[in-house]
Each structure stands twice: as C-alpha cells, then as structure tokens.
C-alpha cells in the first residue's frame, strides 16, 4: 500500500482469540506444505488483522489463517510485504514496525525483528529483498536495512532518500525508490538511490518523476521505475533506466502499479490512476502489446499485486476488490486463462504471493 489509508474491516473471529489463553484454543491443523502459494493479506491500519493464507496444490485446498493456526497469534498491523528465501518465510509489517521471521513450511515463528529508531519511535518497514545471504529492507524513516540470515541481527542500516519503498537487486547493486510520499503537500522526492552492495553505500540518486514508488528489473541490464505524481499537478510516469551508467533512457506518462518482467515482456497493475487490468508492455518503448492480460473474460476488480512463476509462466494476480471484504488470488496461464482462485477472507487486500516448490 502506497500511503497509509484508513479501511474499514470486520475482525475475523479468528483474530479475537488473540485475548484468549492459548492453552484453551483448539487450533485448526495445517495441512503440510509441499507444493502451493502463500498469499499475504494486508488488513486494516487501525488493528492487527494481516494474514497468510496458504493454497495447497495438492487437494486444490486452502487455510487461510495460516500464521493464526500455527502459532495462535496474529501477525500484526498492516502486513506490506513477504518473501521466501531459504529456509524462512519474512514478513514486513509497517504500523507495527517489525519483520516476522518464520519458517517458510510451517509457519512456525522464529523471530520478530524490531524496527526501531536510536533515539526512539519506528522505522516503518516497507519491502523486502534478498541477496547474498542477506535480507535488505526499506523503511519510511529514509534507510535500508541489512538482515543477516543466519544470525537474523541487523548489521548496518543504509541511508537512501525520503520514505523508500520499492527495491530490485541488478547484479551488486540495489536500486530502491525514494517516494517522499510522507512528505506534506505536493512536494515529492523524485530520485531512486543506487547501493553498492559490496561496501553498502549509497553511491548516486538517478532523478525520474515525482514520487516514485515501484520497480522492477529485466534480464538485459534495465530497470523500470513506476512513478505516481504529487496527486495534484504531476501525473505518474514510467522510466527505463541502464544500470550501466544509472541514466534515464526513455520515459513515458503512463501509469503503473506493481510490475514484474517476463519473458521479454513487462506486466503491470495499472496503480492508482491507471487501467483497471493487468497490461503487457514492450520493454523497450513502453508501447502496449496488450491492453488486458485476461483473455477469457475473468474480472479484477483491483489488481493490487502480481507474481508470475518463472517455471511454467503462471501470472498470480491479487484482487483488493473493495479494500473492506475478503480479497482474492486468481492464478492464469501464460495465455491469460483463468486456471484456478482461491478468497483470502477474512483476510483483506491481499497484496503478496510467494510461490512454495
């Protein structure tokens, strides 16, 4: 979620045992994770309702308090980002300033990691990404921090712009968006901060449009910047930019939301002031190979994020559809096809999926 909006849920049943003594809930069991998708559920900002739901390949089934039943808690207020990377499931959870460590089988906690200032008040996680046996992740207070995966202490914090967001790792550098989103009125940062991920420092900000807030890589030495204006006078942008010299090479007013390249092709939700649909565009010249992703007619009502397996080029779409219900993941094939979908309520606006092989 870009800024912090105020929504309006209705708390699961689930999430009020929460007050309960553990030792009188009978938990549902799990069923054992072998091959699926996790899907992670935002919720509201105003109470702990995030959510991981797991679909199970096998049997077409799924739990969708995955966390609650494994651990009989919940996992927090407004869970932003997830990603899998070894052994461990990390979850980011902004309002509540912490990433959740967990095994990425079971569930099961391993470690929250606070997200706390030196001199006192939250950091404000936002994404994740790995590297190098490393988890990297943006906060809002203007750093990147770097998690060692086996110790799980954070050994450096990095500062980037005004309230990073987005990361994509090309090669030793990491390239991360500074929104300024936080920032009053119509002014914005437009730069993306680029890391040396060798000696873990800024080394340059490439200047795009005002706040810029999504980003992704291909495979041939680019990276796309999303760009959402200052909501008044400037409108949202995307940018092409060659991480062989960090300059800017072509730029189109368009808007965008989350992205992902594949097989030559970029696919991105339209944000918040874009198409409804999932587009494909041509990398090189932004120019629209297809208006709509979804061929056979299957409806989004708000494509909120989109993961596509790189094995077989299944496109996971989540749908925030009212932000207040039950969101939904409908997985497609390559041609745009729905294959199967599963609901993620009670959990609501999903925006998240971590494929499980």
């Keep these: 979620m870009k800024t912090v909006k ?5 708390l ?23 091959t699926g998708v996790f899907a992670l559920s935002e919720g509201s900002v105003s109470f702990p309702s995030t959510t991981l739901s797991f679909y199970n390949f096998t049997g077409a089934t799924t739990s969708t308090d995955f966390y609650f039943n494994a651990n009989g808690s919940s996992l927090g207020t407004l869970g932003n980002d997830m990603i899998v990377y070894g052994s461990k499931m990390y979850i980011v ?3 509540d300033s912490y990433v959740e460590v967990a095994d990425a089988k079971t569930a099961k906690h391993i470690s929250s990691i606070p997200f706390e200032k030196t001199a006192g ?9 790995p590297y190098k046996n490393t988890v990297l992740v943006s906060s809002w207070d203007g750093t990147v921090a770097v998690i060692d995966t086996a110790t799980l202490n954070i050994t450096k914090f990095i500062t980037v712009g005004t309230n990073p967001e987005q990361m994509v790792v090309a090669g030793d550098k990491l390239y991360v968006t500074n929104s300024g989103g936080l920032l009053p009125g119509i002014d914005k ?3 993306v901060s680029v890391v040396n991920l060798l000696t873990l420092a800024e080394t340059a900000r490439i200047k795009v449009g005002l706040n ?4 992704t890589a291909d495979d041939n030495g680019f990276i796309y910047v999303g760009t959402i204006g200052n909501y008044v006078d400037a409108g949202a942008k995307l940018f092409r930019i060659n991480t062989a010299n960090n300059t800017v090479v072509k730029s189109a007013d368009t808007a965008v939301g989350k992205m992902v390249f594949h097989d030559g092709l970029l696919y991105a939700t339209g944000g918040y002031f874009g198409s409804p649909h999932v587009r494909t565009l041509n990398p090189s010249d932004f120019s629209q190979t297809r208006a709509n992703f979804v061929t056979d007619g299957t409806s989004i009502a708000t494509p909120y994020g989109i ?3 790189p094995a077989n080029g299944d496109v996971y779409v989540t749908d925030a559809k009212n932000y207040i219900t039950g969101g939904e993941v409908i997985c497609f094939d390559k041609t745009g096809k729905r294959r199967f979908s599963f609901s993620t309520a009670p ?6 999926v971590a494929l499980v092989k």
């Design 6 to 10: 105020i929504l309006f849920s209705v």
């Design 12 to 34: 699961s049943a689930s999430l009020l045992l929460v007050s309960c003594d553990k030792d009188d809930i009978k938990l549902p069991d799990n069923p054992k994770v072998t």
């Design 93 to 95: 959870v902004t309002v």
């Design 121 to 129: 008040g939250n950091r404000e996680p936002r994404y994740a990404v």
């Design 189 to 191: 940062d437009s730069t």
């Design 212 to 215: 810029p807030c999504f980003i």
């Design 307 to 309: 993961t596509i397996d």
């Design 347 to 352: 959990g609501t606006s999903p925006n998240t």
